[in-house]
């Protein structure tokens, strides 16, 4: 496609619900990142994809998040049991470089916005 | 690891007048410095970037900013700036040989008429 796209745009849970949250990155980029951003803050890293394989999970908040990719390209983003304090957009990014390289120019999309109430 | 220091949450400029947006960084490593900008309801874009090289680095929308070492600085100017550059402006860096981005908690840039 042309750039990242990430569905839904926004999304309202009550408190204990799970959510899934889907990203569809540029074709072909071998890289794949989610980053959460808070109100007023920067995007702050989640988990990071290189095709298929979860190299790097670190940001994730809690056992709650979980992320795949199963085929390489398609990404979501689960959160079970959903609490206030998971209100926050959530960002996908996509490169075409192997993560590293100079070239590593993020794209991202318009993000979710997820409200718990 | 690294960090960011974005040093204003909020910068109010009046249009056709410069402005400086000030980034702070730290790190143990080398970094690759990066600006983005997202304007409301959309994803961040990429404004420049400085991986080596010459220290002055120009972007898009008529932004450049310099990269100094010595004072583990990367503040981005713009010399007469529009209404329509009304936005979130972030500072972002990454390790060399690393691929976790680093963000700053951003500025607001506000420019009136």
């Known amino acids: 496609g042309a750039g990242v796209s990430q569905s839904p745009r926004y999304k309202v849970a009550k408190r204990g619900q799970d959510v899934a949250l889907r990203c569809d990155p540029i074709s072909g980029h071998v890289s794949l990142f989610w980053y959460q951003q808070a109100l007023g803050q920067g995007p702050e890293f989640l988990t990071y994809?290189?095709?298929?394989?979860?190299?790097?999970k670190s940001g994730l908040p809690s056992d709650r998040f979980f992320a795949e990719r199963p085929e390489g390209s398609v990404s979501t983003l689960k959160i079970q049991r959903t609490q206030q304090e998971d209100s926050a957009v959530y960002l996908c990014?996509?490169?075409?470089?192997?993560?590293?390289?100079?070239?590593?120019?993020?794209?991202f999309g318009p993000g979710t916005r997820l409200l718990v109430l | 690891a690294q960090s960011v220091t974005q040093l204003d949450s909020q910068v109010p400029v009046f249009e056709e007048a410069p402005v400086e947006l000030r980034c702070n960084y730290s790190s143990s490593v080398s970094v690759y410095l990066f600006w983005y900008v997202q304007y409301p309801n959309q994803g961040l874009q990429l404004l420049l970037k400085y991986l080596s090289g010459s220290t002055l680095v120009k972007g898009i929308n008529g932004f450049e900013a310099e990269f100094n070492k010595s004072q583990t600085s990367f503040h981005l100017r713009k010399p007469s700036v529009h209404i329509s550059d009304t936005a979130e402006y972030f500072c972002?860096?990454?390790?060399?040989?690393?691929?976790?981005?680093?963000f700053g908690a951003g500025t607001r840039l506000f420019v009136k008429a």
């Open positions: 972002a860096v990454r390790g060399t040989g690393g691929f976790k981005t680093i």
């Open positions: 990014a996509s490169s075409s470089g192997g993560g590293t390289s100079t070239e590593e120019t993020q794209y």
């Open positions: 994809f290189q095709n298929e394989a979860q190299l790097d």
